[in-house]
C-alpha cells in the first residue's frame, strides 16, 4: 500500500513538510517500480537514483535548518541521516551493477526508517523551534 502522508507528521517548517511529502511520493514510486518486476529495471534504477538525489537535497536542507536554529542535537542526528544515506547508497550501487537487485525487504527498511524518522526525530526539531518560538518563521 502507497505511504500516504500524515498531517501530524508536519513539523511546521513549510520547506520542510513540503519535502518530507514529496519524499513518500518518489518512495511510492520507487516501490511501483519494484512491484512491477524487474521488466522495469530502468523505471527501478531512475525512480531509485531520484531518492538518493533527493535524500540528499532533503538532508542538506534539513541541516541547515538546525544548524541556523541552533539544534542542539544537530550532529547526533546528522549522524542518522548519514547513516541511512550511507545504506541507500550502498543499495543502489548493488542494484546499478546488478551485484544484488532491489527487494521487497530493502523497500520495508526505507519505508520504516521514514516513517520512523519523520515521526520521531524530526519531530523533536519542529518540538526545538516551537520552544525557540521559531515554528513557521522560517
Ligand atoms: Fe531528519
Redesign the pocket.
Known sequence: MPLQWNPAWDIGIDIIDSQHRRWLEIFNALERSFLQGESMYDMQLSTFKEMLDYTHL??DA?EKLMADSGYPAFSS?RR??KDFDTLIYRHFRSHESGEAMLTSEMLQMMRNWLIA??QS??QK?AAFLASEGKAGSQ
Do not use: M, N, V
Open positions: 532533503h538532508f534539513e542526528h542518522l541521516h524518522h519523520i526525530e524530526d526539531i
